[in-house]
């Protein structure tokens, strides 16, 4: 045992884990209308509440038990992937993009990041899901609207990272061999600069698609986020809550889906900082 743990293997078998995780969300993800045994929103007021088959035996087919509306878990479950996994996917790219373009800017440029950091200050100092829930609230519900709100509120962490790597670049031989023979501010920033700090940034982005599932399923748990009608693991919390006592398996089945994405998220940003960070080697 000691040898293992000394040889790190425990630590490859977390990220192996990770990996397989995340692939299986993405593939049932793509193909869940070809193995969803039924349709997500089909109501069925005659087998609401009813069990998960494994637990009374029963040949009904409903794997994971059914809603308070006789709606498929197991199905809305496999949709609600989709759907968790988008908004999180796509609010880190908006994010991601708003937050390199001025991180690149307020680096380069004094006034710009006299400006944009103090934005920065103002934004930090409000909790981000109060801010996104503020938003939210005056803007409506709608996935759109979730993935616009998600993506503005977090960009400020990449900001001020990429900014950090852009004022330590500033003074490096190749950023000022490159004004010497007259490179365009937009082209050395873009086309320079950029690439060489794009570890730092793949591994913010990593760590907040986890924290973007949390948040969209926290928001639609209060009913702000997606709406109901969708099926989403936040939705399905939520509809459960009123039945935890008596039907356990409408929230603890999406619960865990949470659970196991955000968790194999994690894994595997420790893993690429551990990759990009020379220290660790």
């Known amino acids: 045992m000691i040898s293992i743990l000394r040889k790190g293997n425990i630590g490859n078998l977390f990220n192996w884990f990770s990996i397989i995780i995340l692939v299986l969300f993405a593939i049932i993800a793509i193909i869940a209308p070809f193995i969803s045994p039924y349709d997500p929103n089909a109501q069925e007021l005659t087998a609401r509440l009813k069990p998960p088959a494994w637990i009374d035996g029963s040949v009904s087919g409903y794997l994971l038990g059914t809603d308070n509306l006789g709606r498929d878990l197991l199905s809305r479950i496999l949709y609600g992937s989709r759907i968790s996994i988008l ?139 997606v709406p109901i009608n969708i099926p989403s693991w936040g939705n399905m919390l939520s509809q459960g809550q009123l039945y935890i006592g008596s039907a356990w398996w409408i929230s603890l089945f999406p619960g865990i889906a949470i659970m196991l994405v955000v968790l194999a998220i994690n894994i595997l940003g420790d893993w690429i900082r551990d990759l990009f960070d020379p220290k660790s080697k």
């Open 87 to 225: 908004i999180g996917v796509l609010a880190v790219i908006i994010s991601g993009v708003i937050g390199a373009v001025i991180g690149l800017l307020s680096g380069y440029y004094r006034t710009v990041d006299a400006i944009m950091m103090r934005i920065a200050d103002i934004q930090l100092a409000f909790p981000t899901i109060l801010l996104a829930l503020a938003i939210v609230a005056v803007l409506g519900g709608g996935m759109m609207n979730l993935i616009i709100v998600l993506g503005i509120t977090g960009w400020v962490q990449y900001a001020r990272v990429i900014r950090s790597e852009v004022l330590s670049m500033k003074s490096s031989d190749f950023v000022v061999a490159a004004r010497t023979i007259g490179v365009s501010d937009g082209r050395l920033l873009f086309r320079h600069i950029l690439p060489n700090i794009l570890a730092p940034i793949i591994t913010i982005a990593t760590f907040q698609v986890a924290s973007t599932i949390i948040a969209e399923s926290s928001l639609s748990f209060l009913g702000l986020g």
